[in-house]
């Protein structure tokens, strides 16, 4: 329990002998009930997940933990770049730069994090965009 729901997950893995895709041994699929405790809504997710790992190399609570770290990384990123930096609104895609954006993007929010930045929209990117010299002294360019 906590951020004002209660959630639930289940955690099932089967494995894989006839698909696809190379190298792949497992599915983990994890379903996950949550409750709004401010608005009783109920919510039903189901997540599948492809590892090579053979049945038995990690149990249950360790793929759990991989999971959590997977959306660690998505929460410290990619949802950083859509929401501050609207990437999913951006009109850029010809050639290669999407991926050039996507890199500079990703250098900000890295140079924003050494620097000590946990809140990228408001503490950082709005701190550094009233001084121009700011991004350069959190470079150690100055």
């Given at each position: ?6 959630e639930v997950?289940h ?12 190298g792949a041994?497992?599915a983990p699929?994890?379903i996950?009930w949550?409750?709004d405790l ?7 997710e189901?997540?599948?997940?492809v590892?090579?790992l053979p049945?038995?190399a990690a149990s249950g ?6 999971i ?6 998505e ?9 501050t ?6 009109t850029?895609?010809?050639g290669r730069l999407?991926?050039v ?9 890295s140079?924003?994090?050494q620097d000590?930045r946990?809140?990228?929209?408001a503490?950082?990117?709005r701190h550094?965009?009233r001084?121009p010299g700011?991004?350069l002294a959190a470079?150690g360019w100055?």
């Amino acid at each position: 329990m906590g951020r004002g729901r209660l959630e639930v997950r289940h955690l099932k893995t089967v494995t894989l002998q006839h698909l696809s895709c190379p190298g792949a041994r497992q599915a983990p699929r994890v379903i996950r009930w949550r409750k709004d405790l401010t608005s009783n809504k109920i919510t039903i997710e189901r997540l599948y997940f492809v590892t090579s790992l053979p049945p038995g190399a990690a149990s249950g609570a360790r793929i759990a933990a991989w999971i959590r770290g997977h959306w660690k990384i998505e929460n410290q990123l990619h949802h950083v770049r859509d929401t501050t930096f609207a990437e999913d609104a951006s009109t850029i895609r010809a050639g290669r730069l999407p991926r050039v954006m996507a890199g500079l993007r990703n250098l900000a929010i890295s140079v924003l994090r050494q620097d000590g930045r946990t809140n990228i929209a408001a503490a950082a990117t709005r701190h550094h965009a009233r001084h121009p010299g700011r991004p350069l002294a959190a470079l150690g360019w100055t």
